[in-house]
Every structure is written in structure tokens, then in C-alpha cells.
């Protein structure tokens, strides 16, 4: 998980939304791919951190056909959201540790439950809390940085900020 | 032939559904009971609802008391005993204080909350008052009927959409990206795309990805320096294009369609692992920043 912290370290330096992800080998216990949050360099809105470390594994491999996905971990500091955990589920994940929930996007409980609703694909085991406040720190300095940036701060930053600390009872009710 | 839009299933009138709440003791423990609970009891077909409930009760000595209730599980769907147990196994520790089966046992209680999600803010005002609710607007620019030039629109899209997937012989979903002002098709489906050996690489995130690498060209061409502005753009980049498709995309292109802000989807078959028609109907989760209409051809 400390890995996959500093990953998300990495994307809050270049400007990005600070989420990192690594995944592990189960026997090895060797880390095979790291990703982070890339969306605003590429434009992409899909290019969260798990997407990019999925690319990093399969461009070490010859054919797709040869990762084991089942053998492999996910640590990621945010909860996947509902792309994302409809990703590692169908590619069939052994097991997803996240930091924080992400009460915005989460797809393993906090917005829809992708990892466990009716399917075909096997459930995606879950478990979250793992670093937390470290994760949580670390958007709250993205959003700060973010709104430091912007020449008047505008409504989208304010809400983003406000979101971003739905941890708190405050702003669910 | 006609269209189908995917809605939500709704009513007008209020119906009822029996639900279990625990009554929290504080706020922190609230806290601590989301995020317990939203992994465990995901609430999928009421995501309309929210968790918590917060009254006042205004005390014989003028003090406010406030009660906090959460959200657990429809009352059909588990045992209140064996909510207890679960309860005593995940969540008997606050602060060093221990509760036994007796303290679940009282603080378990029977709610009612509204079924389904207001479409309109005048019975949301109502329903809510049962159980607090999410409201979107969204519902009722969901109600605006496609008009006839329109549905004959999308009909020759999706017509030419069918021949492209005989032009290249496969049986894999295609898909294109089309600007509805401009009467343009922005991107479809290639033979490139269509051999590419990545696990994930489904039509509609293929689309996504292969717009984002033009987008990226076109700026560095344009080598129009200010980069505020395309960090903005970023999010934006299917706003107000609709996308089309033979299949019915999964949840996680339905999900990459919100994270990209498209406005419609149109497809003709429905699939197994669909995220519109099925449960999740991922277009339309209230709790989510954006929503798309999501439609169904149907040639009878
Ligand atoms: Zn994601
Ligand atoms: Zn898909």
C-alpha cells in the first residue's frame, strides 16, 4: 500500500488526481504493474491508476492471454469506481485493498456495488481502510493546490473540495 | 419500428418499502456505520436513498435532541437476528465502549422509505419526508420524447452502423461516436480496433480512447499554449455527442460513457452483463455527477 501511496504522490506532483495503484503477485509477492491517475495529460476520463497498471502488465507480456489475473492483488489508494471495479471484476482480480472510500465514483459500496451485484464473473473481494488518512491527505492537497491555481476559485473547485470530505457525516445527511 | 428509452422504474404515486435502520448513538459512529454498511449492504435498486436520517426533538428542558438512524437492508432481504450477529461481529467497539446483542436488539429498527426515486421535485418534497431521498432533474428531462426527424435520424445512424459490422466481418460490438448539431460521424470502429489483443478493449472504451489520442493531436498541432484550458476540456469530451452502438455496453463502458459526460447512447440488442437495462442502470444512479439517455431500437 505504501507503494501504491507513492504512486498516488507521483500524480499529485504532476498535477493530476492523486490515486495510485499496484498490483501484486501473489507468490512472488512482487510487484508486476504501478499505475496513477493520468486523465488530464491524455484527456481521458477513463485513465484512472488501475487502467494504467493494467497497461504496464500487458506491454511486459507477449500476448494478453498470458496474465494470470487471478493470481494477482490489487492496493489502491481510493476505492475503484464503478468502471473500474467492473474492470478488475471481469478480468477476475483475486482481491482489491483500497484506502479511502470514494463517495463520489466508488464501485465496491459507496455509490454501486459492482464487486459483488448478480453476474457471471466471479465476486471481486474488497477490503477497505488500509492507509486512509494518508490517501485522504493527499486529495485534500490536490484540491488545496487546485484551488491556489485557478485565477478566482470557482463553484467547481468549492464542490470538489466539499465532496472530497464526505467521510464526515456533515455532508451525507 | 421505434425507441425505447431505458428509464427508471418509477410511480407516481408513493409505494412503500419496510426497511431496517439502527439508531446511532453519535455522529461518529454514524461515520464509521457508512462505511461499514455501504460495503456490506450496498443499497443498488434504493440508491435513491440516503443513509442517514437526522431528526430533532425538541426536549421538556428546551435542548435540541438529535437523532441519528441509518440505513441497513430491506426488511425481505435479511433476518433481524441475523443483522445482530453480524452487527455484534463487525461493529460492537466505539471508543472502547462494547455493545452486546441487547443494545442491537433495541437500536434494530422497522422504516419505511419511498420504493422509487421521485420524478418530480413536488413529490420529492413529500416522499422525502419518509426517508431523506437524492433528487436529480435529470428525471424530467428524461420524460422529453424523441421527435419524428429525430427517431428517422438515429434509425439511418444506426443503419449504417449495421453495415459497417458487415463491412468488417465481425461478430464484436461496434460503435461510433456521432455530434448531433453538427450531423457528424466524429469516430467509429476500425479493422485496427478490432484485433487489438488488450482484455478490456471493449467498443465503447476503445471510442473514448481513440477520441482522447485525436483531441491530444489537435492540441499539439494547435500548440495553443494555455493549459488551464485543455485541463478543463479533459472531463468534457463526449459532452453533448451521442454514441452508438450495436450491444448493449457492459458496466464498465457504461460507466467510462459518465466519466466522459456523454449525452445519449442508442444500441439494439440488450446483453447479459448490460449496465442500462439491467440492476445498476448506471446512466441514471442519482448519487453520480452526470447522467445520459440511454435508448433502445426495436425493428418489429
Ligand atoms: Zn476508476
Ligand atoms: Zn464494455
Known sequence: MKEALKMAEEALNLGEVPVGAVFVNNLSKEIVGRGRNNTNSLKNATRHAEFEAIDEILKKQVAASEVEWKLLTVFVTVEPCVMCASALRQLGLSMVYFGCNNERFGGCGSVLSVHNCPSKFKELPCEGNYFKDEAILLLRKFYIKENEHAPNPTKKTNRLLKIEDLGNLKSVI | ?300
Not at chain 2, 6 to 12: F, S
Not at chain 2, 111 to 135: E, Q, R, V
Not at chain 2, 154 to 170: D, G, P, R, T, Y
Open chain 2, 1 to 300: 419500428m421505434h425507441i425505447q428509452p431505458i428509464v427508471k422504474e418509477t410511480e407516481q404515486e408513493l409505494l412503500k418499502i419496510e426497511l431496517y435502520a439502527l439508531h446511532l448513538h453519535s455522529p461518529q459512529q454514524a461515520s464509521s456505520f457508512i462505511k461499514l454498511i455501504s460495503i456490506h449492504f450496498p443499497l443498488t435498486d434504493l440508491s435513491h436513498l440516503k443513509r442517514i436520517k437526522k431528526t430533532t426533538e425538541l426536549l421538556d428542558d428546551n435542548k435540541n435532541c438529535i437523532n441519528l438512524y441509518g440505513l441497513i437492508a430491506k426488511t425481505s432481504d435479511v433476518k433481524k437476528e441475523d443483522l445482530v450477529n453480524f452487527l455484534l461481529q463487525n461493529f460492537n467497539n466505539d471508543n472502547g465502549q462494547n455493545f452486546d446483542s441487547d443494545y442491537f436488539n433495541q437500536r434494530i429498527i422497522k422504516i419505511s422509505a419511498s420504493k422509487y426515486p421521485a420524478t418530480d421535485k413536488k413529490k420529492f418534497d413529500i416522499w422525502k419526508t419518509l426517508w431523506p431521498m437524492n433528487f436529480h432533474n435529470d428525471y424530467q428531462k428524461h420524460d422529453i420524447p424523441l421527435n419524428d426527424i429525430e427517431i428517422q435520424e438515429i434509425f439511418s445512424i444506426m443503419n449504417k452502423l449495421k453495415n459497417l459490422s458487415v463491412e468488417l466481418n465481425s461478430s464484436k460490438n461496434v460503435g461510433l461516436i456521432y455530434d448531433p448539431k453538427k450531423k457528424l460521424t466524429t469516430l467509429q470502429t476500425d479493422l485496427n480496433s478490432l484485433t487489438d489483443s488488450h482484455p478490456l478493449n471493449h467498443c465503447i472504451l476503445q471510442l473514448i480512447n481513440a477520441s482522447a489520442k485525436n483531441y491530444v493531436i489537435k492540441l499539439q498541432k494547435s500548440k495553443v499554449g494555455d493549459k488551464r484550458k485543455g485541463l478543463d476540456c479533459e472531463s468534457y469530451l463526449l459532452k453533448d455527442m451521442d454514441v452508438f452502438v450495436l450491444k448493449e455496453p457492459c458496466i464498465m463502458c457504461s460507466m467510462a460513457l459518465v466519466h466522459s459526460r456523454v449525452s445519449r447512447i442508442f444500441y439494439v440488442e440488450n446483453t447479459e452483463e448490460g449496465g442500462l437495462e439491467g440492476l445498476l442502470k448506471v446512466h441514471l444512479v442519482p448519487s453520480l455527477n452526470h447522467h445520459y439517455r440511454a435508448f433502445k431500437l426495436i425493428y418489429d
